[in-house]
Each structure stands twice: as structure tokens, then as C-alpha cells.
């Protein structure tokens, strides 16, 4: 980018390039090299918003959890409403896949940013930690309805939920078929009885 010309929104620019830099090459690939080439943008770019790389990583992975959690948090109020699968599938694809693909693989490649995370917004907060936190909430919720049976596990069914998006997410959260994979995986999920499914 030319000297003298405003980047807009610069933080946002260059924690999406580092979503394309780990759906294009992964985690291992990444620098803040990496990074700017992909944002187009000078290095010292990075630099001037953050000390260093590994600050920039914990603002990508705090920006990115924060989106999860506040997107997590309106789906206890669904309880009652629409289908069960169609509240969980809508929850969970709020965030887009390549977010999720780029927050999940970057926090498997560097376990200590989930601490880093959690140091900033609360325990239980980084990444897919708020989803699964709400999906049990808003499964107990129609529990309570009778939309899910009472002996049903609603603890291991939201881990069972966070699971198939973190799978998804990872294995192809860029393909276009990732969605629909996600919608039956939350279908089967609750299809159980009758009652899950109403």
C-alpha cells in the first residue's frame, strides 16, 4: 500500500489476512510477514498496533473469541421457538467457518493463547468454551419446555455439538458443503425422538 494512504480499519485487515494465511497454508505458516503479504499492507503495520507477533495472535484469538461468545449468547432465548437442530445450526454458523477454521487450528497449534484468552475475557471464554457454555443453557432450557427428553444428557449433547463444528471447522471450513455438513450433524444430534426434533 502506498506510503501516506489510510488502511481502514487496520486491525480488522490484518487479523482477516491471518484467517486466509491458516485456511491457505496453516498455522505453522504463520508470521507477521505472512501476515501483512497477505494483507497487502507494509509490516510495520502490524507493529504499530501491536509490540510484538505473539501480542498480535492473542488480540486475533480474544477479537475472535469475543465474536463466538457474543454471537453463543442469544441462543438459551430461542428455547421454545423454531426447531431444536434449527436453533443449534443457526447458532453455531453465526460465526463464519473460515473464522472458526483459522481460531480453532491456531489454538490447537498454540495451546497457551486459550490461557491468554481466558486471562482477558473469564474462564471458559476462549474460542469454542462460550458455544458449548450456551448450548448447554439452551438445551436445559428446552428441557425444561419438554422440546428434549429429561433423561437426556444435555452436558455431553453440547460437547457432542461444539465437536462437530470444531471437526467441520478444521477439515473444511472453506468448502461450501461444510454448512449443510454442519445442519444434518445437528439434525442427527437431536433427532433422538420425537420430542428433540418438534
Do not use: C, K
Not at 4 to 15: D, K, S
Not at 31 to 41: D, F, K, N, Q
Not at 58 to 74: E, L
Not at 140 to 169: C, K, M, S, Y
Amino acid at each position: 500500500m502506498p506510503r501516506g494512504v489510510a488502511t481502514p480499519e487496520p486491525r480488522q485487515q490484518l487479523f482477516a489476512a491471518l484467517e486466509r494465511v491458516i485456511a491457505a497454508e496453516g498455522p505453522g505458516r504463520l508470521t507477521s510477514r505472512a501476515v501483512t503479504r497477505e494483507a497487502g499492507v507494509a509490516t510495520g503495520l502490524l507493529f504499530a498496533h501491536f509490540p510484538n507477533f505473539d501480542d498480535f495472535l492473542v488480540g486475533y484469538a480474544v477479537d475472535r473469541s469475543f465474536q463466538i461468545s457474543s454471537a453463543a449468547a442469544g441462543l438459551p432465548r430461542r428455547a421454545g421457538t423454531g426447531t431444536v437442530a434449527g436453533n443449534l445450526s443457526d447458532a453455531v454458523l453465526t460465526t463464519p467457518l473460515p473464522t472458526l477454521l483459522a481460531v480453532t487450528r491456531l489454538l490447537a497449534s498454540r495451546p497457551a493463547l486459550a490461557a491468554d484468552v481466558e486471562a482477558i475475557l473469564g474462564n471458559g471464554s476462549a474460542a469454542l468454551q462460550a458455544l458449548e457454555r450456551a448450548t448447554v443453557e439452551y438445551l436445559v432450557a428446552e428441557q425444561q419446555l419438554g422440546r428434549i427428553p429429561a433423561g437426556a444428557d444435555t452436558e455431553a449433547l453440547a460437547l457432542a455439538v461444539v465437536g462437530v463444528l470444531h471437526h467441520v471447522a478444521i477439515t473444511d471450513g472453506t468448502n461450501p458443503v461444510a454448512d449443510g455438513r454442519i445442519r444434518r450433524a445437528m439434525t442427527a444430534l437431536t433427532d433422538g425422538s420425537p420430542a428433540v426434533a418438534s
